[in-house]
């Protein structure tokens, strides 16, 4: 039976806690080692929720940073968000986590019990000198254990599994201070493998990555969308995207185009998207 979630920030608590993972509004969360382990989706198959937006609005003072925004995500698709700087794509992500007041619905259709939602930010900056290792940090994002007590049994070999995926295995004990961003970045998305999140979001998640990191990204894109996760992808690699999300959408403020990536990504439709004052509707 589906259960249809309203995650209107007027009558719900935000969904995502400090550890970046997420359960819906509605529910109670439970601790995080309290979570079934797995290897961070990777042969299993689930079913990711449904997402609508519908006539989103969002104004801060006088300015309109969302306008009647209205789209729908397919579960178990790999769907993009592409759009000018400004153009209200990460507003539009924090609406959806519940960390900014809009007018409208946005709602998920999940398939059967509501699910884990998994985020991976931009960026996270580290002091160079805060002594948090990478096995720290992961251990602060999946497990209720204080971190600086060290890995608990229950979620050692998951966390060294989501770390070997991203390539990150070698340098767990490595400051995240002393991480490039590329390695910080590919830390990040292996937090988003635990728990297996149902609807996992990613604000620019290729944006610090080097080539080899691109390739994990990737792969891991792909594992996703064949596990039936349901993946919404904020980026700016107009070329990435054609390759390899199911559905674009344009916003730059309002939805431009809601198509394919053959029907979506042409000259005329991405001059009308990266103009300063859009002048139409697609």
Not at 48 to 56: I, N
Not at 246 to 268: C, K, M, S, Y
Request: charged share 20%; hydrophobic share 40%.
């Amino acid at each position: 039976m589906t259960s249809r979630e309203n995650l209107s920030p007027e009558n719900t608590e935000s969904p995502v806690g400090a550890s970046l993972l997420a359960k819906a509004p509605d529910q109670s969360t439970p601790l995080l080692n309290d979570t079934p382990l797995s290897r961070a989706g990777e042969g299993l198959q689930v079913m990711g929720p449904t997402l609508d937006f519908a006539q989103v609005c969002l104004t801060l003072g006088r300015t309109t940073i969302l306008d009647k925004v209205t789209f729908q995500v397919q579960p178990g698709s790999v769907h993009a968000l592409v759009g000018p700087n400004g153009g209200g794509k990460s507003s539009l992500i924090k609406t959806l986590l519940g960390q900014m007041p809009h007018q409208g619905q946005l709602s998920l259709q999940w398939p059967g019990e509501p699910g884990t939602i998994g985020y991976v930010p931009q960026a996270l900056e580290f002091d160079r000198g805060l002594p948090m290792t990478v096995d720290d940090f992961m251990a602060a994002m999946c497990q209720r254990r204080p971190a600086f007590l060290g890995l608990s049994k229950r979620y050692s070999g998951a966390i060294g599994d989501a770390l070997e995926r991203v390539g990150m295995q070698d340098k767990r004990k490595r400051r995240m201070g002393a991480l490039s961003g590329g390695e910080r970045q590919r830390v990040l998305l292996a937090q988003g493998l635990i728990p297996t999140p149902q609807l996992l979001v990613l604000d620019e998640p290729m944006s610090a990555l080097d080539e080899a990191g691109i390739q994990v990204f990737e792969r891991l894109l792909n594992d996703w969308r064949a596990a039936g996760i349901t993946v919404l992808w904020i980026e700016h690699d107009l070329e990435a995207v054609g390759r390899l999300a199911d559905r674009v959408t344009g916003l730059n403020r309002r939805v431009l185009f809601d198509a394919t990536p053959q029907q979506a990504l042409t000259p005329e439709r991405l001059l009308t998207l990266f103009s300063t004052h859009p002048r139409s509707a697609a």
